[in-house]
């Protein structure tokens, strides 16, 4: 079972009389599947696809992005359980059109390490590099070369071939210090004692932390995968469909990485276009201070989508949860070794609550955008979700686990964000 509860059932597909790609056995209709590419690109002819929906009469277009996994059948049945309630859903008048992005993700939640046949579908130019660190891991050789080694190829694994690394500013900084003593770093992060005491083990304890180097290292690779793919990707499809069909209401959803994937679409939208209506960010993996314009903890920077709520004619929704330790406890280790490698020395434990600036968005909410508001399910359940701007929803209540969104609650919150909702 893959992240998000996604099984291996593998949905036939056919063209419909107007030659979209309709998928058996989806839960809703109409329904389209966007396919994106690491790169963003994607099949001819979907933005047209679309834009007929539009002028068959659909009105509001619901489009869904998953997170961490590697199978588009898995990504499928996640759309079909978690579209089921819209139909009884929506007010008289209202008629919705379903899209799911299907884009090559890879599994990250709370396994010790990426599986081998994830990381090789997910990156299958780099087959030859993913067996030979995996070789590693496995003899765990108790000598410097063998760790210097590793690094370098762990630099090659996160680099993918994509050439990001130096756009991006340059790999993280536990992919560039030296590797023995970033996995000294890594086996006392997840031990809780001190990177002395690691080595105090031996150089084949070490490799525990080499472990956790490959897991970091290939959750790098999907994070900037994810906002490349939706800048690049999803934000000009988008606007294709804005030209063509100004008068369709496009609300994003997204969850884990995929919410990130729909929130850098924002980004990318031409200034001019502002198609999307709601937006709804399921245990979003990213920053909870993405939308600030300053940084509490570096009042000089800014959060990497300063102000793209405002390119949401409606509101911006984070669903959070305290139960999600994928986000509350791997993603805080993950962020902080990006850009702070010697924060590893700290244990483990220490979470966001102590220190906040390497904090998810699906873990406490929106941090850092004055005004914005934060509701209970409950609340937003009986009353509504406030129509514009930064709203942090405490999902806790249904929400138990990362992947734990197939939910109806969820569906209602999206229906209320976009408000197609009966009253």
Not at 160 to 173: K, N
Not at 260 to 289: C, D, E, I, K
């Amino acid at each position: 079972m893959l992240p998000g509860g996604c099984g291996t059932r593998t949905p036939g597909r056919f063209l419909d009389a107007e030659g979209g790609r309709v998928v058996s056995g989806m839960s809703v209709d109409p329904y389209r599947e966007i396919v994106l590419d690491k790169d963003g690109d994607g099949p001819a002819g979907q933005a047209a696809e679309l834009v007929a929906l539009a002028r068959r009469g659909v009105t509001d277009l619901v489009v869904f992005a998953h997170g961490w996994n590697n199978s588009p059948s898995g990504a499928t049945l996640l759309y079909s359980d978690f579209f089921a309630p819209f139909p009884g859903l929506l007010a008289p008048g209202v008629e919705a059109g379903y899209a799911g992005v299907v884009w090559p993700s890879m599994m990250f939640a709370d396994e010790p390490v990426p599986d081998f046949r994830a990381l090789v579908t997910t990156l299958p130019e780099k087959e030859r590099t993913i067996v030979r660190l995996t070789e590693l891991l496995a003899l765990a050789p108790p000598e410097e070369a063998a760790f210097a080694e590793f690094g370098a190829l762990l630099r090659e694994l996160a680099d993918g071939g994509e050439g990001f690394a130096a756009a991006a500013g340059g790999l993280p900084e536990f992919l560039v210090a030296d590797p023995l003593e970033t996995c000294a770093l890594f086996t006392a992060a997840l031990d809780g004692t001190t990177p002395e005491a690691a080595f105090g083990g031996g150089l084949g304890r070490l490799w525990k932390g080499g472990r956790e180097a490959l897991r970091q290292a290939a959750y790098y690779v999907m994070k900037r995968r994810a906002g490349h793919v939706g800048e690049r990707g999803l934000a000009p499809l988008l606007a294709e469909v804005a030209r063509a069909a100004p008068g369709l209401r496009v609300h994003l959803v997204g969850h884990s990485m995929g919410a990130r994937l729909v929130a850098y679409a924002l980004r990318g939208l031409p200034g001019a276009l502002r198609p999307v209506r709601s937006m709804t960010l399921l245990q979003g993996a990213f920053s909870h201070y993405a939308f600030a314009a300053r940084l509490p903890h570096d009042p000089d920077r800014s959060g990497a989508l300063r102000d793209m709520q405002l390119r949401v004619r409606g509101p911006v929704v984070a669903c959070h949860s305290r139960h999600d330790t994928a986000l509350g406890v791997m993603y805080p280790l993950a962020s902080r070794t990006a850009g702070d490698s010697a924060s590893l020395a700290e244990p483990l434990g220490r979470l966001v609550a102590r220190d906040p600036r390497w904090g998810a968005i699906g873990w406490d909410g929106v941090q850092g955008v004055p005004g914005a508001a934060r509701r209970t399910l409950a609340t937003v359940l009986r009353d509504g979700v406030p129509a514009s701007g930064c709203v942090s929803v405490d999902a806790a209540e249904a929400v138990r686990s990362h992947s734990d969104v197939r939910r109806p609650e969820l569906a209602r919150v999206v229906v209320s964000a976009a408000r197609i909702g009966r009253r």
